[in-house]
């Protein structure tokens, strides 16, 4: 991959992926004309991880403070460790307004949550958005199973396997990898810390946006932003 703003293509959306984003009948023709048409989309930078720096929470905006604090106490008591913060300083979409994260792993250290914060423009009223998102990375192969919570995923065939929680907040995600993991004996691979899992997280993320590129959903319009 050579590093630059990437813009997506409706052309390269899977099928599956134009349905799953869709919510019904009349987005989906929508979302299927999208595809035919090849209409572009919005604009990011990758490799996604060069997007994004570590920051402290000191750094986080007063509404980031607020909607992330709680949650990261909340973490604390499940288990989970000092988060590792970031922020985005290569945002290409001028829709994005701001975006800080946090990324913690459990003492087990068998499992994290990611857990996003994104200040929006797009449709032209600003909006706030939380995620939280799991993981927990296969121990024998290159491979991640993501435990979110909602509809706006791509596809990552041969490397990530998306699980649906069905609350989108901590403690039942928390749950749903426990429940996969008592179900899946020895899947999960064990981190010593939350800057292990980012680094092999990160390079199998390249690898990810590699098979995008490669089948059309994303091409390269600059090299800088």
């Not at 288990?79 to 913060?85: E, I, R």
């Not at 459990?106 to 914060?117: K, P």
Request: glycine share 8%; with cysteine.
């Amino acid at each position: 991959m050579i590093p630059g703003v990437y813009q997506m293509s409706f052309g390269g959306l899977t099928v599956r992926e134009a349905w799953r984003f869709s919510r019904g009948l009349f987005p989906f023709v929508m979302a299927l004309v999208l595809k035919l048409t090849g209409m572009k989309g919005t604009k990011l930078w990758l490799p996604a991880c060069d997007a994004e720096k570590e920051c402290t929470s000191a750094e986080f905006s007063d509404r980031a403070k607020a909607a992330l604090v709680p949650i990261e106490a909340n973490l604390l008591t499940l288990g989970y460790g000092t988060p590792l913060y970031t922020r985005q300083v290569r945002i290409c979409d001028p829709s994005c307004k701001e975006a800080f994260a946090l990324i913690t792993l459990h003492r087990d250290g068998n499992r994290v949550i990611h857990v996003g914060f994104v200040v929006s423009t797009a449709g032209g009223f600003e909006r706030q958005a939380v995620s939280i998102t799991g993981g927990i990375m296969d121990a024998q192969k290159d491979f991640t199973y993501d435990f979110v919570s909602h509809k706006n995923y791509l596809d990552a065939h041969g490397f990530a396997r998306a699980i649906r929680v069905k609350v989108p907040r901590a403690y039942e995600t928390d749950e749903a990898m426990n429940s996969f993991i008592a179900t899946h004996p020895g899947v999960a691979r064990r981190f010593a810390s939350v800057a292990e899992f980012r680094a092999r997280a990160m390079a199998l993320d390249t690898k990810i946006w590699d098979l995008r590129i490669v089948r059309g959903l994303f091409s390269r319009v600059a090299d800088e932003v």
